[in-house]
């Protein structure tokens, strides 16, 4: 036999987690697009996969990205959990970083210009811009 | 009789394998999160209706899932094999830039796309004969100004093995 080959065929999968009440295990189901012989359309097609959680940080419905292990922790489970991409109720958007909810932003994008201009204003006040030359050392 | 549906195109073998995006072995998930109303979303969702049967047909292995609604930018995101992940913006662009775009940064370039087919020809010699899974012809009988098979159709007298062996035999008498 040619070398160790790895535990599962998929590397990296995402998912949706549908199920939390295995200890330090999610059950998280994947969806792959399958293509229909007659129809030549693509369709999602469903599996289900047990991925190892240890520190149990996932709620149902978060989406998940599972990493193979090397080798199977038990009968059922060949991934662990790499990152949770999006968090049910708390997703942030990669491109701004802030928290986002369906097509609105729960954070305001820019800061509030008004106390730029306050803050502006007392650091010219602070500056004392006199004209007087200043003493010469001797 | 016409094909059902909006664009049936999409659904003929012809389209599917005339995509241009064939991923680097390195890609392994592309993610693509897009929004059904609004025209900044357009193009990502042209993208979506057109092009991505024809990275699926063209990329089997690569998983490719669809987010709706979730954030008020659309954005493709792909997951590389060693972790990297590469986040691209696609807010207003048409369907075709983003196509490009993709091809130019993770998709095999053509040099590479013509260097595998000539690799894959030169495997497959067509010179060869044997079984039909594997090879084109089985028999010689079977190309165009050959002998046809003489259960297809009769030899002519003069080729046949007791018409010969009789003439070998007169001839030796």
């Known amino acids: 036999m040619s070398g160790r080959q790895a535990s599962v065929h998929a590397k990296w999968i995402i998912g949706q987690v549908i199920g939390t009440k295995m200890k330090k295990t999610a059950k998280v189901r994947v969806t792959r697009l399958v293509l229909d012989p007659y129809l030549l359309k693509y369709y999602n097609k469903r599996k289900t996969y047990f991925a190892h959680d240890a520190l149990e940080q996932c709620t149902v419905g978060d989406v998940v990205l599972l990493k193979a292990l090397p080798e199977k922790r038990s009968k059922h489970v060949k991934h662990e959990l790499a990152d949770i991409v999006y968090k049910v109720g708390q997703v942030v958007d990669p491109l701004t970083g802030k928290r986002v909810a369906g097509k609105q932003y729960l ?32 | 009789m016409p094909m059902k549906g909006r664009f049936p195109i999409r659904r003929t073998l012809e389209y599917l394998q005339k995509g241009e995006i064939v991923f680097k072995k390195t890609v392994k998930i592309m993610t693509v999160n897009y929004n059904t109303h609004g025209d900044l979303s357009e193009g990502a969702r042209k993208f979506v209706f057109f092009n991505i049967p024809q990275i699926q047909y063209k990329n089997p292995w690569v998983q490719i899932m669809m987010f709706k609604n979730m954030t008020p930018s659309p954005f493709l995101r792909f997951y590389l094999d060693d972790g990297e992940q590469v986040l691209v913006d696609v807010e207003g662009k048409h369907h075709k830039e983003i196509t490009q775009h993709v091809r130019k940064i993770l998709g095999k370039s053509d040099k590479v796309l013509e260097a595998e087919a000539l690799a894959k020809m030169e495997l497959s010699n067509p010179a060869n004969f044997g079984p039909k899974k594997y090879f084109l012809r089985e028999c010689m009988s079977e190309v165009e100004g050959q002998v046809p098979h003489p259960g297809l159709v009769p030899l002519p007298k003069e080729m046949t093995g007791k018409y010969r062996a009789k003439l070998a035999a007169v001839s030796d008498d």
Do not use: C, M, R, Y
Request: negative net charge; aromatic residues 0%.
């Open chain 1, 107 to 138: 954070e305001p994008l820019t800061e509030s210009t008004e106390d730029a201009e306050v803050s502006l204003t007392e650091k010219l006040g602070q500056l004392n811009i006199t004209a007087s030359a200043p003493p010469s050392p001797s």
